[in-house]
């Protein structure tokens, strides 16, 4: 519980201080009036994952600093809100979301697999509102529906956290998404992909950065890959030479094209067809096929991480139609999310003792674990003794666990999404 009280402290800590302020607000004449929102309020209301309308929220945010008499007067009117968020650069999200992983990564002992952190990074599609400067800035894919963009993230698959996030036009490849979050990868990495992403040159580049990857492939992504699947071999070693297309797509991305060592796992699957994986961990005692399945299966958890953006927060449910507003909340979900797995870290490390009975393993429930952090947030950057609200967070946390049931799998059923979110019509 310290640590994570020692996080909330630092993250107030920089909230609350001048040099923050003076790096994210418009102008140096931003928020420097004693107004009914302040700037440090901002920052926490629209942290606040909200869904309801403007009015309902600021109501109850400011109410509840009322009840422990920690704020008095009247509640900030909607227009109040409206102008003082137009001063606040939705980079400042993005500053606080570092410094948490950053904290994060110092305070606590974090998983690994063989001593690596594994990092896998993927892309979703967000629906937009209709407005004019969203559509002048992202496009408008198909001019009858809503306007679409494409969402990237970088997750820590062990410790469930995103170290980065972009967002950018719809017809942005996945690759070039994976670009912006490169540099937060290190040398004690291992990058997980999924088949949207191998391609010469991007190894070219990973290799060039000495960052470890694991990619699955589809059968036809590589000639060297036919041959290896003829040869109904189980894992092989070779040099990938560069076409005269890697050449090109290395000299636009400022690197050398070169022969890349790679080596070609085969994976079987259970009833399905197997996974072909390519990586750049080359030697076979200390990675084995049976630990490439393994590895390839932990990257699932960045799947039920966008679940959760899209479903649990609702990140499409934006509290606002300009471009702006739009870039605060996707940044301010993605720090939300974060804080509230990091808080409930001490939750985490008790559950293998608390249930070591019991028939099935267990995790957190995230929808509840994120309804109880957005019914504590005001409290949380606001009372001076935080301790014993993290403890009783996490005791509830252990008390609302969900059972983990192995061996399941379904499959994959794709249907239309018909839920739309209208700023008109929020609910209660």
Request: charged fraction near 25%; proline fraction near 4%; glycine fraction near 2%.
């Amino acid at each position: 519980m310290k640590n994570c009280a020692t996080i909330v402290n630092s993250l107030k800590k920089k909230i609350f201080s001048q040099e923050f302020k003076s790096n994210h607000r418009s102008s140096p004449q931003a928020f420097t009036r004693n107004r009914k929102l302040s700037f440090e309020d901002l920052i926490q209301f629209l942290c606040q994952l909200r869904s309801a309308s403007a009015k309902t929220e600021l109501n109850s945010f400011f109410e509840a600093f009322d009840q422990f008499g920690e704020k008095s007067d009247d509640v900030p009117t909607t227009g109040a809100f409206s102008q003082a968020r137009k001063k606040l650069n939705p980079l400042a999200f993005k500053e606080l979301n570092q410094s948490l992983i950053k904290q994060y990564y110092k305070s606590f002992s974090i998983k690994t697999w063989k001593k690596l952190r594994i990092l896998s990074a993927d892309t979703t599609t967000l629906r937009l509102p209709p407005e004019k400067e969203i559509i002048e800035a992202f496009g408008q894919p198909n001019q009858s529906r809503l306007p679409l963009v494409q969402v990237s993230q970088l997750y820590d698959c062990l410790n469930n956290l995103s170290l980065d996030a972009a967002i950018d036009r719809y017809n942005t490849g996945d690759r070039i998404m994976l670009l912006s979050h490169l540099d937060h990868l290190s040398d004690n990495n291992v990058l997980v992909l999924d088949r949207g992403y191998p391609a010469h040159w991007l190894f070219c580049l990973l290799q060039s950065k000495s960052i470890r990857f694991c990619v699955r492939l589809q059968t036809n992504s590589f000639k060297e890959l036919s041959t290896f699947i003829q040869s109904k071999a189980t894992t092989h070693t070779l040099t990938l030479y560069p076409t005269s297309d890697t050449r090109v797509a290395c000299k636009k991305h400022g690197i050398t094209a070169q022969p890349t060592q790679l080596r070609f796992v085969k994976v079987d699957l259970e009833g399905k067809d197997p996974e072909y994986l390519a990586t750049n961990l080359l030697d076979e005692d200390d990675f084995t096929i049976q630990d490439f399945k393994e590895l390839y299966h932990y990257r699932w958890t960045i799947e039920e991480d966008f679940k959760v953006i899209k479903t649990r927060i609702q990140i499409e449910n934006f509290s606002g139609k300009t471009l702006h507003s739009i870039l605060q909340d996707f940044y301010a979900s993605f720090f939300t999310k974060n804080l509230a797995a990091v808080l409930t870290k001490p939750a985490d490390e008790s559950i293998p003792d608390l249930c070591r009975t019991r028939k099935f393993p267990y995790q957190k429930n995230t929808t509840y674990v994120l309804s109880l952090v957005k019914k504590i947030w005001n409290r949380l950057f606001k009372s001076i003794k935080i301790s014993p609200l993290i403890e009783r967070l996490n005791q509830l946390c252990l008390e609302n666990l969900s059972p983990i049931r192995l061996h399941r799998s379904y499959p994959r059923k794709v249907s239309k999404l018909n839920r739309n979110f209208y700023q008109t019509y929020k609910p209660i």
